[in-house]
Structure formats: C-alpha cells, structure tokens
C-alpha cells in the first residue's frame, strides 16, 4: 500500500480519458475485497487504521475515475493545473449556456407537453456533453494541450451543470 500512488497508479492503469469502465469496476471491487477493513478484525490497531485510510483512497481513486468530469479534472490536476473557479470564457459559449439555461425554464413553466421537452433537451445536453468528452479525450494525451484541455473542462462543468437541472425538473414534474 503506496499512498503516495496516483489513482491511476492504485488501478494499475495507463493516465488517460478514455477508460474501460467496466474493468475499472471490477478492478475496484477486487482492490475492496482485499484492503476492506473486516479483513482486519483481529489486526493491529494500526493495520486497521491502514485498511481504512486505504479504503478511503481506494474509494475517493474509483469515484474521481468512473465520473467523465473528475476524470479529466484529475488529469489536468497530474498536470499540475487546478481548476478556477469563475473561468474564462468564450462569449459565444456562454451565450449559448444562457439560451440553454432560459429553455429548460420555459420548459419548468410548460403545461404541456413538458415531459417530452424535457427529453429533448436532455438528450441535446447528453450530445454536447459527449462532442465535450471527446473533444478532451483529443488533447489529453501525451504532451497534453492544456490551455485547450482546461477550457473543454470548464465547458463540460456548465453543461453538466445543466443536465444535473434538467433531471431535477424531471423529477419535479413526475412528483418525486
């Protein structure tokens, strides 16, 4: 146990965008199964401080890497680039978030039809989130835009920001 290991390191995986999701997961129930802190019961009372801080690491490895938007964070991070949190950007983006924004609005005040709305706009937010994700999976390879990939990041910050919006008002309208 090397706390000092990236979390790509911990999965023993190549740095990278795009990743197999469903190895990444049976990677980590594998890594569980043999750090989980039950396996310490009748350990020392430092090796089960170990098994739990490992845990913890392991957890906080799968959750960044299974997630898109921590994935390409966390990589930008490796990069040493942290993320800002009122970025710089193109006004034709923001332009395009305030329209997006104001229809989901409209949407929320629909009588009719708002469900069915509701699936298109979120779908077109799924499409421009995914043409985002790819358009990161580009540069952050090796040796990695960064400019280009931390204004990708910030874009795909808003526009799942705004699917996060779009299943709020679903669950609204359904009355969950």
Not at 59 to 64: I, S, V
Not at 126 to 148: N, Q
């Amino acid at each position: 146990m090397d706390f000092k290991q990236n979390f790509f390191q911990i999965f023993q995986i190549q740095p990278g965008f795009n990743l197999d999701l469903t190895q990444l997961s049976s990677d980590y129930r594998a890594l569980q199964k043999n750090v989980h802190p039950d396996k310490f019961a009748a350990a020392s009372a430092q090796e089960k401080r170990l098994a739990v801080q490992w845990t913890a690491q392991i957890n906080e490895a799968y959750d960044t890497l299974k997630s898109p938007l921590l994935r390409a964070i966390y990589l930008l991070k490796l990069e040493g680039v942290e993320i800002q949190h009122n970025p710089a950007l193109e006004a034709a983006f923001l332009f395009q978030q305030i329209e997006l924004r104001e229809q989901l609005e409209a949407i929320e005040s629909s009588d009719e039809q708002a469900l069915e709305q509701l699936d298109q706009f979120s779908q077109q937010i799924k499409d421009l989130l995914a043409g985002y994700e790819h358009d990161f999976a580009l540069v952050a390879v090796a040796p990695m835009d960064i400019k280009v990939a931390e204004q990708i990041v910030y874009k795909i910050q808003f526009v799942s920001k705004l699917l996060v919006g779009a299943n709020q008002l679903e669950e609204k309208l359904l009355g969950y």
